[in-house]
């Protein structure tokens, strides 16, 4: 529990040698364990329980060790720290074994002195210091750390505050941009404006001086759509005619191609004189509205 914890020295290979292995009465335990019961009404420990049960269990198989005080779970520090000054710990002169003295005698001059603490009861205040100078030197490598940190961060606060001067100064001259840009616009629609409404006076002026100047621009104008309905419509006689005429021109080109019968040669021919009138009839007909035609372009070209 408080003394020696190496098996070797206990005069055993593993853990499992201190656990009870059974007989022909009992099974085998699972574990074996030792507690130590100490009265400290007095406070000689350095806990503020007046009854202290330290207890250790080993496990078979395992090897695990488990601690507990007072049947609660704790740590082996937890114990070691208790009996610091008291003289109940690892090396302890409480009990003097076997080759104790030899090895007091053969020990280095760092472990006699640690046997001299532990039997003045200094040990306690000797872990405390060795604790407070690893804390110290975990500290200090800490704060190596954070001023390695602290050193980045500053690189890159820098960097950022640099960042953030261009960035403000972007926003400023986007901002003057843009007004800018508004401002520009707003000249723009104004001057284009007071162009139009400029052009819009001119116009208005000259559809005045038009009115005044020629009266029968109106009139003239009525008369031209007149007209130029009037010739939509001779245009469109004179493009059936062209269709009739052509139809007739086929018919003939076809009855030539074809061998007939002598007793149909005199029909055909016969029938052939009525085209040949009717074609004459229909060119003379084509021929008087193409003049007509002729006379509306002359008299639209007039105006």
Not at 3 to 25: A, C, H, P, Y
Not at 111 to 140: H, L, P
């Amino acid at each position: 529990m408080l003394g020696e914890r190496s098996m070797k020295n206990l005069r055993g290979k593993t853990s499992d040698d201190v656990i009870f292995f059974g007989s022909q009465e009992k099974p085998a335990s699972k574990f074996a364990e030792v507690s130590l019961t100490f009265d400290n009404s007095q406070g000689y420990l350095h806990d503020k329980r007046k009854e202290i049960t330290v207890t250790r269990r080993v496990y078979r198989g395992s090897g695990v060790s488990e601690y507990l005080i007072n049947n609660e779970p704790s740590s082996l520090k937890e114990i070691n720290d208790i009996f610091l000054d008291s003289g109940l710990t690892k090396g302890s002169l409480c009990i003097i074994s076997q080759n104790t003295v030899s090895s007091f005698i053969e020990a280095k001059p760092e472990d006699r002195r640690q046997i001299f603490e532990d039997a003045a009861g200094i040990g306690r205040y000797a872990k405390k210091k060795q604790d407070a100078i690893r804390q110290i030197a975990r500290t200090n490598d800490n704060l190596k750390e954070i001023t390695t940190i602290v050193n980045e961060l500053n690189r890159d606060l820098k960097k950022l505050n640099q960042q953030a001067e261009k960035a403000i100064l972007y926003a400023e001259t986007k901002e003057k941009l843009k007004d800018l840009e508004i401002t520009l616009s707003v000249n723009e629609y104004l001057i284009s404006q007071k162009e139009i409404e400029a052009l819009s006076e001119q116009i208005a002026e000259i559809d005045e001086r038009l009115l005044k100047n020629d009266p029968q621009l109106q009139i003239n104008q009525e008369k031209l759509e007149a007209f130029k309905k009037r010739y939509n419509s001779a245009d469109q006689n004179v493009q059936k005619i062209q269709d009739e005429l052509q139809k007739i021109y086929d018919e003939i080109v076809l009855l030539e191609k074809r061998n007939v019968f002598n007793d149909l040669q005199l029909k055909s021919d016969l029938d052939s004189n009525d085209k040949n009138k009717k074609i004459n009839a229909l060119e003379q007909l084509l021929k008087s509205s193409e003049e007509q035609l002729k006379k509306y372009f002359e008299l639209i070209s007039t105006w």
